[in-house]
């Protein structure tokens, strides 16, 4: 069987506004040109998974009941724009949170990859062919330690940050300009 490409997508700062610690689905707002990024990819051939880390979980701020409830309504706004994500995977876990079950040092947390690579296990996917989108260091570094080219989307929060990171193939201003340039190589 044929393995598939992938597109690994960050939720906060990537797809969504970043609010820290998003809580609640009704402060979900999509980020410009999300949807008409996604769907270039998708009319490419790219699987979209989105991988993010979710420490408010194991932080107290919020719980993984609803978390999924967020990442439904994510879903919903995207389909509501045209496009589908394929998968969504996310890690709870963060060694200083206060909620036991969660307070530990996994290989999910990104920058380790293990999100991309179960994704890649489930869904076929070649690494090698797939890219990781994110706006911080440890996006791009998971990206890298799955064996994924790398793309930052440069904004306010990262910008003094760009030129000492590590593992970036792309600097880009969104998502569309990703897909445009990935679909084109």
């Known amino acids: 069987m044929n393995k598939k490409r992938a597109v690994f997508l960050d939720r906060d700062g990537t797809i969504v506004i970043h609010e820290p610690y998003l809580s609640s689905p009704d402060q979900l707002k999509l980020l410009p040109n999300v949807a008409e990024g996604i769907r270039l990819f998708k009319e490419h051939g790219y699987l979209a998974i989105v991988v993010t880390n979710q420490s408010g979980v194991a932080r107290g701020f919020f719980d993984e009941e609803h978390l999924v409830l967020i990442h439904k309504k994510l879903l919903h706004m995207l389909k509501d724009e045209g496009v589908e994500i394929d998968d969504i995977y996310y890690c709870p876990h963060y060694t ?8 530990l040092d996994c290989d ?16 076929n996917i070649d690494l090698t062919q797939s890219v990781m989108i994110g706006d911080s260091e440890v996006d791009m570094l998971a990206g890298k330690n799955a064996g994924c080219a790398c793309v930052l989307i440069k904004n306010v929060c990262n910008n003094s940050l760009v030129s000492t990171m590590a593992g970036i193939d792309y600097v880009v201003k969104d998502l569309l300009e990703a897909a445009r340039i990935l679909t084109q190589r």
Do not use: F, Q, S
């Not at 200083?96 to 307070?103: A, H, P, Q």
């Not at 999910?108 to 869904?123: G, I």
């Open 96 to 103: 200083e949170g206060v909620v036991e079950k969660y307070k």
């Open 108 to 123: 999910c947390r990104k920058p380790k990859p293990k999100m991309l690579l179960n994704a890649a296990k489930k869904h």
